[in-house]
């Protein structure tokens, strides 16, 4: 009688963040990124890490990787900030009450990186959409 081998399936740790409980995955923010009037200035490349500020409190940051050439500008931003909030406002219901409870300390820090960011963008590797923080 042969013996089969096992295969054991672990549970993903990288497919999203927990921010004060609430898992945060990346479809949404892939969505808002892709919207037609923000698909020119961006990759679709992102990264999503959970952070905690000089007085502890926990925050979500986006880092976004911008087309080759563009500019990071403030307004931009917000409008990634805009999008990202109104579908995760439109798509999760924990987002909004969450949102409702701690008001602005609930929305992501929106970072713009350059075209192949090292820190987050290296070109050639695989795209990490978490960052996992270590503690």
Not at 14 to 22: K, N
Not at 27 to 53: C, H, N, Q, W, Y
Request: positive net charge.
């Amino acid at each position: 009688m042969s013996h089969l081998p096992y295969v054991y399936v672990y549970e993903r740790n990288d497919a999203a963040i927990s921010l004060y409980g609430l898992k945060i995955y990346p479809e949404p923010v892939r969505e808002a990124l892709i919207e037609s009037s923000l698909a020119r200035f961006f990759t679709g490349k992102f990264t999503m890490e959970a952070k905690f500020d000089g007085k502890n409190n926990q925050y979500w940051q986006v880092n976004i990787e911008l087309r080759r050439l563009q500019k990071t500008k403030p307004a931009l931003a917000k409008k990634a900030l805009d999008a990202v909030i109104a579908q995760m406002q439109k798509g999760n219901s924990e987002f909004r009450e969450l949102s409702a409870h701690l008001g602005k300390r609930a929305l992501p820090k929106i970072v713009l990186c350059p075209y192949e960011s090292p820190e987050y963008f290296r070109p050639g590797g695989k795209q990490k959409w978490v960052k996992k923080s270590v503690l």
